[in-house]
T-cell receptor, first 119, second 113 residues
Framework: AQKITQTQPGMFVQEKEAVTLDCTYDTSDPSYGLFWYKQPSSGEMIFLIYQGSYDQQNATEGRYSLNFQKARKSANLVISASQLGDSAMYFCAMRAANAGGTSYGKLTFGQGTILTVHP | DVKVTQSSRYLVKRTGEKVFLECVQDMDHENMFWYRQDPGLGLRLIYFSYDVKMKEKGDIPEGYSVSREKKERFSLILESASTNQTSMYLC????????????FGEGSWLTVV
């Protein structure tokens, strides 16, 4: 069974500073993918960044980077130069392959972290 | 612009009512999903479908059923709504096979009284 754990229910950061949101995972699948989504108060899920389990380099997308430490089973999200618009709920999620090698795109989510950016 | 549309953003239903949550995608995706989101629990998969008339249970299917008669539409059905089904419901879709992009709808807030 897969599991994603986000241990920080809430985080606060000053505008323009960097913040790290923690995510650890557990899976027995050798092939998996890790995602981060942002959910503003309006409810829609916004895809931020993806890391494949075989990717050699940490993923980056603009101000977002994923600190992938495979041996420690962690996939922390780093947001640089925080902006007021970054205030939202953030979810870490994992996709893993089924026994037949097809995942269909099912995701297992963590509990979420609410990020508040102060001016 | 790709789109996953959930027909109702906010619903209030009575205990015991039959509830339909509709989801339509315009991307010709094979795979569609229903999740529910609760505080402190994140999103949990209720059901998913990988083709028309094909469905599989997710992690929390009890009390729910689904219908996929057409490729673009995936319906979540609460046969007899209960107060513990008060939640936010999110629909998602993805093309079968390669690719990591999963598209989500805006969510449906259901309150059962």
């Amino acid at each position: 069974a897969q599991k994603i754990t986000q241990t920080q229910p809430g985080m606060f950061v000053q505008e323009k500073e960097a913040v790290t949101l923690d995510c650890t995972y557990d899976t027995s699948d050798p092939s998996y993918g890790l995602f981060w989504y942002k959910q503003p108060s309006s409810g829609e899920m916004i895809f931020l960044i993806y890391q494949g389990s075989y990717d050699q380099q940490n993923a980056t997308e603009g101000r977002y980077s994923l600190n992938f430490q495979k041996a420690r089973k962690s996939a922390n999200l780093v947001i640089s130069a925080s902006q007021l618009g970054d205030s939202a709920m953030y979810f870490c999620a994992m996709r893993a392959a089924n026994a037949g090698g097809t995942s269909y795109g099912k995701l297992t989510f963590g509990q979420g972290t609410i990020l508040t950016v102060h001016p | 612009d790709v789109k996953v549309t959930q027909s109702s953003r906010y619903l209030v239903k009575r205990t015991g009512e039959k509830v339909f949550l509709e989801c339509v995608q315009d991307m010709d995706h094979e795979n569609m999903f229903w999740y529910r989101q609760d505080p402190g629990l994140g999103l949990r998969l209720i059901y998913f479908s990988y083709d028309v008339k094909m469905k599989e249970k997710g992690d929390i299917p009890e009390g729910y059923s689904v219908s996929r008669e057409k490729k673009e539409r995936f319906s979540l059905i609460l046969e007899s709504a209960s107060t513990n089904q008060t939640s936010m419901y999110l629909c998602a879709s993805k093309v079968q096979g390669a690719g990591n992009t999963i598209y989500f709808g805006e969510g449906s807030w259901l309150t059962v009284v």
